[in-house]
């Protein structure tokens, strides 16, 4: 079964400097999608980034970027210039793809803080 | 469009009593999805659906029913609430019919709890 482990439950960074959060996945399939949500404290699920496991290149979204490391099963998410609304739950999240289980599967989330 | 539309969006039980959670989605995906989160906790999956008439279970079932009888609908069923069940449910839907761009596009949730 696909498992999702995010091992960092709680991170704090200054306003506008650079945080990494990590997340590391166990999976047999070889086609399957990963992703980053926010979840602030509305907790609304807001994507974040999102990451096709055929692509070599890692994605990015203006101050966010992933680390995809396909062999080592790692998708970590950089946060650049951080800012006070980006202080929320991260929850990296893991969707098997079209010849696999197709379950979404969620990590434990880390909570990120912001320091003014 | 609407998205993914959950009722109610709180609500309190009392322990033995059942209730069903709704879940709807207008956007004709495919796959739906239901999860519990307790307090400080990731997303842990109960049940999802890959199409009308196709249910899983996922990592925690028990304690739960669902069924898909329309591709929209969802419902989540609890039998004999136990304080246990007290948590936050989400649904969420997504399809693969927009690759790739593929994402889970989530409801608001329901708070419940079981006293």
């Known amino acids: 079964a696909q498992t999702v482990t995010q091992s960092q439950p709680e991170m704090s960074v200054q306003e506008a400097e650079t945080v990494t959060l990590s997340c590391t996945y166990d999976t047999s399939e070889s086609d399957y999608y990963l992703f980053w949500y926010k979840q602030p404290p509305s907790r609304q699920m807001i994507l974040v980034i999102r990451q096709e496991a055929y692509k070599q290149q890692n994605a990015t979204e203006n101050r966010f970027s992933v680390n995809f490391q396909k062999a080592a099963k790692s998708f970590s998410l950089k946060i650049s210039d951080s800012q006070l609304g980006d202080a929320a739950m991260y929850f990296c999240a893991y969707l098997g793809g079209i010849q696999g289980a197709q379950k979404l599967v969620f990590g434990q989330g880390t909570r990120l803080t912001i320091n003014p | 469009n609407a998205g993914v539309t959950q009722t109610p969006k709180f609500r309190i039980l009392k322990i033995g009593q059942s209730m069903t959670l709704q879940c709807a989605q207008d956007m004709n995906h495919n796959y739906m999805y239901w999860y519990r989160q307790d307090p400080g906790m990731g997303l842990k999956l109960i049940y999802y659906?890959?199409?009308?008439?196709?249910?899983d279970k996922g990592e925690v079932p028990n304690g739960y029913n669902v069924s898909r009888s329309t591709t929209e609908d969802f419902p989540l069923r609890l039998e004999l609430a136990a304080p246990s069940q007290t948590s936050v449910y989400f649904c969420a839907s997504s399809t693969r019919d927009r690759l790739p761009h593929t994402e889970a596009f989530f409801g608001q949730g329901t708070r419940l709890t079981v006293v």
């Open positions: 659906s890959v199409g009308a008439g196709i249910t």
